[in-house]
């Protein structure tokens, strides 16, 4: 059962959760194994231990290795994205290995990576290109990624975390450019959708507004 996730490349990245399932036939041969080692201890007249011990043996020695190779790929965020990208065509792989650019300042390749994540519409991919031209000051770009952003969400189900993210953030970015009214009532949408917002209840303490 779990031959075809070993062997064939898949064109998204996936869980771990869904190799769970998979993984009890694998427990299954080792547990089936063990028994049969057991009884190979206890009668040595049975034709079938040996083998079955055997069989255990090149399982766990086979998954050892795939494990070993495995280790340095699961090493952290910038190991596992980078080899998930040579792998998959899927457009969340390329939005978090430009995460993990964006921590590290290397803006161009984070740009690079979310331009073509946003090859298939998401919020994602422009809500992090709008904070990455912010963080370049370049600000009209940001406002254009956002506002997309923004444009993107509208025609999804409701996620007022999210929509009050994107405002604070079209907010700091309208501060920014000298629209300081424009910039209050993007934090105070941002508090309507989601109360709980610290930033953008500061935001507003600093802009003098209630």
């Known amino acids: 059962m779990l031959l075809p996730a070993l062997l064939f490349p898949l ?6 959760r869904y190799l769970y399932a998979p993984s009890i036939g694998f427990c299954w041969a080792v547990t089936t194994g063990l028994a049969g080692a057991g009884a190979w201890e206890r009668t040595l007249r049975s034709p ?4 079955a011990g055997l069989a255990v043996l090149i399982l766990l020695a086979g998954f050892a290795l795939r494990t070993v190779s495995y280790s340095k790929i699961w090493k952290d965020s910038e190991s596992l994205w980078t080899f998930a990208a040579t792998k998959s065509l899927d457009y969340r792989v390329f939005n978090n290995l430009a995460d993990v650019r964006m921590q590290q300042k290397r803006w ?3 740009e690079r990576l979310l331009k073509r994540a946003a090859t298939v519409e998401n919020v994602t991919s422009y809500q992090s290109l709008g904070v990455l031209y912010y963080s370049l000051h370049r600000y009209d770009e940001a406002l254009q990624a956002t506002d997309r952003a923004i444009e993107i969400q509208a025609r999804k189900r409701p996620d007022p975390t999210l929509e009050a993210e994107l405002h604070f953030n079209r907010g700091a970015i309208v501060w920014l450019q000298g629209q300081n009214a424009r910039a209050v009532v993007e934090w105070r949408r941002s508090l ?4 709980r917002h610290a930033q953008a209840r500061e935001w507003l303490k600093i802009a003098g507004a209630k």
Not at 11 to 16: G, I, L, Q, S
Not at 192 to 195: E, H, M, Q, T, V
């Open 192 to 195: 309507s959708l989601d109360p």
């Open 11 to 16: 064109v998204t990245y996936m869980a771990d």
């Open 48 to 51: 079938r231990a040996p083998a």
């Open 108 to 110: 161009k390749d984070a």
